[in-house]
């Protein structure tokens, strides 16, 4: 009995000696009376931009607060505030170079005494190279010279581009660089720029919930020069034996007047010749060597008034581009000019027609065969015409 006391003694004081052994690791880490943490920050939120982030977030109702510290990239990096220098209890920091991936941010409170609230924490990614390269450049649809400046039509801009720029040579062979284009509009002029020459586009982007419009830094040349209309006042022009009526003579398809009914092209209405057909209007441009135009846009204006639907008499026209001279008598010259480079149909219902051959084809000579009209006794009615183009050999 005496011995069974010993033991349960003995092992009573092994149990108090490792109680007290224990106390001793942990009682450094317990704090008399529980730890105080203070309030955690509140309404936290996070704006991204291009390698950047933008944190917002609000102090707690604790007068207690002193300080706040932003952690990230697993508390390897922080910023400190001093809650005494934002009064309004807001706060907003920016947090930049970063690198193209998510961040976990904690921001932390810290009271006078050095007590810390629990983490708050929010994860977010700036947007950085792999969301730039993946937007495609805004395209030029079309550049063209309209009197001494040149004016680009862009397509629609695709998804987050907010502004193109151009850069672009003038007459004075000076480089300009500027005049921005936003994404809702598909138009702007390039002033005094320089024609037959190339133009480069840049654009900047804004994620639609960004903070930032990046520009890419690369600049893109367009597709084809600055096109031009052929001049007018160098150039000549034939027409069929006995298709001109008075004095509406074929150069005034030329004349750069779109919408006075004196100064267009009529065929005959002599009932000899009216209905004879083909009609043909040969232009030689006088354009030879690096000035020979490669064309790429041909404009038909036609009688604008909304009324004048039946008298838009042009029906199925043929356009020929070429070197050798073209004879405006040839009743063969399906056989004789070659390919056309345009063979279109036009409508009775708008007055101004735009057409883009589908191959660019370069020349001197410029033929525009009419082989029908609307109008049964054969008239062809031509108020204005638009060759564009330019000379590739001088383009760049």
């Given at each position: 009995m005496k011995r069974a006391l010993y033991i349960i003694l003995a092992f009573s004081a092994l149990a108090a000696a490792s109680c007290a052994?224990?106390?001793?690791?942990?009682k450094e880490f317990v704090k008399e009376g529980g730890y105080v943490y203070p309030a955690k920050p509140i309404n936290i939120e996070a704006q991204r931009g291009?390698?950047?982030?933008?944190?917002?977030?609000?102090?707690p109702m604790d007068p207690s607060l002193r300080t706040v510290k932003v952690f990230w990239d697993s508390y390897t990096k922080s910023q400190e505030f001093n809650y005494s220098d934002y009064p309004d209890g807001k706060l907003e920091t920016v947090i930049s170079d970063l690198e193209d991936r998510a961040y976990t941010f904690n921001i932390i409170n810290y009271d006078a005494e050095g007590n810390q609230s629990l983490a708050e924490e929010i994860t977010t990614a700036p947007f950085g190279e792999s969301w730039l390269?993946?937007?495609?450049?805004?395209?030029?649809?079309?550049?063209?010279?309209v009197g001494n400046d040149a004016v680009v039509t862009m397509n629609k801009p695709t998804d987050e581009v907010a502004v193109s720029k151009f850069r672009?040579?003038?007459?004075?062979?000076?480089v300009v660089e500027g005049c921005p284009v936003y994404s809702s509009e598909t138009e702007v002029i390039l002033p005094g720029a320089k024609k037959g020459k190339y133009i480069e586009v840049q654009s900047a982007y804004c994620a639609a919930e960004g903070i930032d419009t990046v520009w890419t830094g690369n600049w893109f040349k367009c597709p084809e020069p600055i096109a031009y209309n052929i001049d007018a006042t160098k150039a000549t022009f034939t027409v069929t034996a006995n298709q001109i009526r008075e004095s509406?003579?074929?150069?005034?398809?030329?004349?750069?007047?779109?919408?006075?009914?004196?100064s267009r092209w009529f065929s005959s209405n002599n009932a000899q010749y009216r209905n004879n057909w083909p009609k043909i209007i040969v232009i030689d441009t006088k354009e030879v060597g690096d000035n020979a135009m490669t064309f790429n846009k041909f404009v038909f204006y036609q009688d604008p008034d909304p009324d004048g639907q039946t008298r838009r008499y042009i029906r199925s026209v043929?356009?020929?581009?070429?070197?050798?001279?073209f004879n405006p008598d040839d009743s063969n010259y399906a056989k004789n000019y070659g390919d056309p480079v345009l063979s279109v149909a036009l409508n009775q219902n708008d007055p101004v027609q735009e057409f883009v051959p589908e191959e660019r084809v370069s020349g001197r000579y410029v033929a525009i065969v009419f082989r029908n009209s609307y109008n049964t006794s054969g008239f062809v009615d031509l108020w204005e015409f638009e060759?564009?183009?330019?000379?590739a050999a001088l383009a760049d």
């Open positions: 052994k224990q106390d001793a690791v942990y291009y390698r950047r982030i933008i944190l917002k977030w609000d102090a390269v993946s937007h495609a450049e805004r395209t030029v649809k079309f550049v063209r010279m672009y040579t003038d007459a004075k062979g000076q509406f003579k074929p150069e005034l398809i030329m004349d750069g007047i779109k919408d006075n009914s004196s043929n356009i020929y581009v070429s070197d050798k001279k060759a564009f183009g330019y000379a």
